[in-house]
């Protein structure tokens, strides 16, 4: 079984910094892809950043410059460093993971409970 377990959210003033880590656990043979998804009130979820397992970034063109998404390979943890936050980043942040479980090695996306990001104007 695999957990996928983000932390870090909170409240926070605009132009403030935030740090989310995303951690996974279980009978895991090896991780991929790790992202972070954001979802607001009334909106669907949307990718904010993705790292894979070599290291590669992609992000989406609203966090650019501000959010940075690294990872940790022996502690199975991704981050998002949240800089110049917004009001408009206030969301829900989800966690997902491409993952090969054990003992089948087979390929799942598992995805955390999520963490409130509250940016107040």
Partial sequence: QVQVVESGGGLVQ??????LSCHASG?????????WYWQAPGRQRELVA???NGGTTNYADSVK???????DNAKN???LQMNSLRPED????YCNADLRTLPD????????????????S
């Fill in 14 to 19: 605009t132009g403030g910094s935030l740090t």
């Fill in 27 to 35: 009978s895991i043979f090896r991780i991929y892809a790790m992202r």
């Fill in 50 to 52: 993705e790292i894979t």
């Fill in 65 to 71: 410059g501000r959010f940075t998404i690294s990872r």
């Fill in 77 to 79: 943890t991704v981050y």
């Fill in 90 to 93: 206030t969301a829900v942040y």
């Fill in 105 to 120: 090695r087979s390929l799942y996306t598992h995805w955390g409970q999520g963490t409130q990001v509250t940016v107040s």
